[in-house]
């Protein structure tokens, strides 16, 4: 896929999420959520926006250090086939030379052999 639409596809999404967060803040602006704490034995009472924008954030936040952690992933390995490739690359140059080298002595040698049965 073409890596413009890609970008636009992701921008979209991300457009529609944050206004889908936006409609549902909202609509429930005045409600009020209450959990419980299990460490400090008690009762919280909060907002809903403030616990859903907490969620939203954090959540935005573990994405980003996710792709971050795979894109550092990711670009050691294209470094290590970098390097590998240029490794190939570098041998096959080594033996061309050498068929090379080869060829050159091999018709030094045919001339030289010519020549020597040419003068008897």
Same mark, same amino acid.
């Given at each position: 896929?073409? =890596?413009?639409?890609?970008?636009?596809?992701? !921008?979209?999404?991300?457009?529609?999420?944050? *206004?889908?967060?936006? $409609?549902?803040?909202? @609509?429930?602006?005045? *409600?009020?959520?209450? @959990?419980?704490?299990?460490?400090? /034995? =008690?009762?919280? $009472?909060? +907002?809903?926006?403030?616990?859903?924008?907490?969620?939203?954030?954090?959540?935005?936040?573990?994405?980003?250090? &996710?792709?971050? @952690?795979?894109?550092?992933?990711?670009?050691?390995?294209? #470094?290590?086939? /970098? +390097?590998?490739?240029?490794?190939?690359?570098?041998?096959?140059?080594?033996? +061309? *030379? =050498?068929?090379?080298?080869?060829?050159?002595?091999? *018709?030094?040698?045919?001339?030289? !052999? #010519?020549?020597? &049965?040419?003068? +008897?």
């Amino acid at each position: 896929m073409n =890596k413009s639409i890609e970008k636009y596809m992701y !921008l979209l999404v991300e457009i529609l999420i944050v *206004a889908t967060l936006a $409609v549902f803040i909202y @609509f429930n602006k005045n *409600a009020t959520v209450a @959990f419980f704490c299990p460490i400090m /034995q =008690k009762m919280y $009472v909060t +907002k809903l926006i403030y616990l859903t924008l907490l969620i939203f954030v954090l959540s935005h936040t573990a994405g980003f250090a &996710l792709c971050a @952690f795979f894109k550092t992933k990711v670009s050691a390995l294209v #470094d290590a086939y /970098q +390097k590998r490739h240029e490794n190939i690359s570098i041998e096959k140059d080594s033996d +061309k *030379a =050498k068929i090379a080298a080869l060829e050159a002595k091999i *018709a030094t040698l045919e001339t030289a !052999l #010519d020549n020597a &049965l040419n003068n +008897k």
